[in-house]
């Protein structure tokens, strides 16, 4: 197996103040891969981001990028690597044209007007290449963001909240901006707060809480494995309870007795859907009307922030997808 393109064995950071935002994070990011890290505000997302890409120094540990420690290294380290932060932060005064260029000789690369042409088209910027900073739109000042990270050729991006604050439009013309640089062979490390971010583009996702990473797997995997799946059944006939005989079923009775909702685990061989509609049957009772729904990924976040991974997620009804009968 291919040797990863960052490596992290051991990662702490303590602030001055005491506060600890690492715990012995260890993580492998593989080369070519779309890798989301998900957490909540305070996590450790920027600080562990801004340790890899030599912002932050870490209070122990270390970081191998493409080969190159962050810290001993930093100047060939840094080169394999593109950021684009948070916040805004350019030269308000400056053209998008001068801005990447600029960009790209600070990482001592050769002129490349060909290159940064190429970027700015992707990015829908090439028509304002010479117009200020202050002159673009709120999404036009975050495209600028990429093509500044983009400007020196890195084999390694990180998007920082890239899509925070941005219209639908935008945000769905990144995603694919996204995908062709995977297919370029750029590996891209995403922080999101839009979960569905995540789920659209993910290989893998990575969840960090209270500076301890919580877990790491494959996006497929990980909702196949921690999510649930409901069946949920609309009666011809109100029921006032469930037989007795089903009673042993994870079966749930809406308030108003008009649905019956079945949990069922998506790992399992058996579902346990056919003997259920043979047994409803036997009992008489008729449905109208079932679709199925499972454990989005949002949901998955979400208990694994507050429970932990034993803890698990709870299947609650989201993402329905109909299967009519």
């Known amino acids: 197996m291919a040797s990863p393109i960052i490596a992290v064995n051991g990662l702490t950071k303590t602030y001055g103040s005491g506060f600890q935002a690492l715990k012995g ?57 593109g950021l684009v932060p948070q916040e805004l932060s350019t030269d308000a005064f400056e053209t998008v044209w001068a801005t990447v260029r600029f960009s790209r000789g600070l990482f001592g690369k ?47 991006l990180f998007l920082d909240e890239p899509t925070a604050g941005v219209d639908v439009e935008l945000r769905h013309d990144m995603w694919q901006l996204v995908r062709r640089l995977r297919e370029d062979g750029v590996t891209i490390i995403l922080t999101t707060h839009y979960i569905e ?73 058996e579902t346990g859907i056919a003997a259920l509609l043979r047994q409803l049957n036997a009992h008489g009772i008729d449905f109208r009307d079932l679709h199925s729904s499972e454990s989005s990924l949002e949901e998955i976040f979400v208990n694994l922030v507050r429970n932990g991974v034993a803890g698990g997620p709870q299947a609650t009804a989201a993402t329905a997808r109909e299967a009519r009968a």
């Not at 993580?27 to 957490?39: N, P, S, T, V, Y």
């Not at 450790?44 to 962050?70: E, M, Q, W």
């Open 197 to 269: 971010e995540a789920e659209e583009m993910a290989d893998r996702i990575g969840v960090i809480n209270k500076g301890e990473l919580v877990l790491v797997e494959d996006k497929a995997t990980l909702m196949r494995k921690l999510g649930k799946k409901q069946l949920t059944l609309s009666l011809q006939e109100p029921l006032a309870t469930i037989p007795a005989e089903l009673a042993s079923l994870p079966l749930e009775l809406s308030a108003d007795g008009t649905s019956l909702v079945y949990t069922f685990d998506v790992q399992s061989e």
């Open 25 to 81: 994070v260890d993580l492998e990011i593989r080369k070519g891969e779309i890798f989301a890290l998900l957490g909540p505000n305070g996590a450790g997302k920027t600080t562990l981001i801004s340790i890899i890409c030599g912002i932050v120094n870490p209070s122990s540990g270390t970081v191998l990028a493409d080969g190159h420690d962050v810290v001993r290294d930093y100047r060939a380290a840094r080169a394999k690597i």
């Open 110 to 156: 050769a002129p490349d007007p060909a290159h940064l042409e190429k970027v700015l088209r992707a990015l829908s910027l090439w028509e304002k290449k010479d117009s200020k900073i202050m002159a673009l739109s709120g999404g036009m000042k975050r495209r600028v963001l990429i093509a500044k990270a983009l400007a020196h050729e890195p084999e390694i």
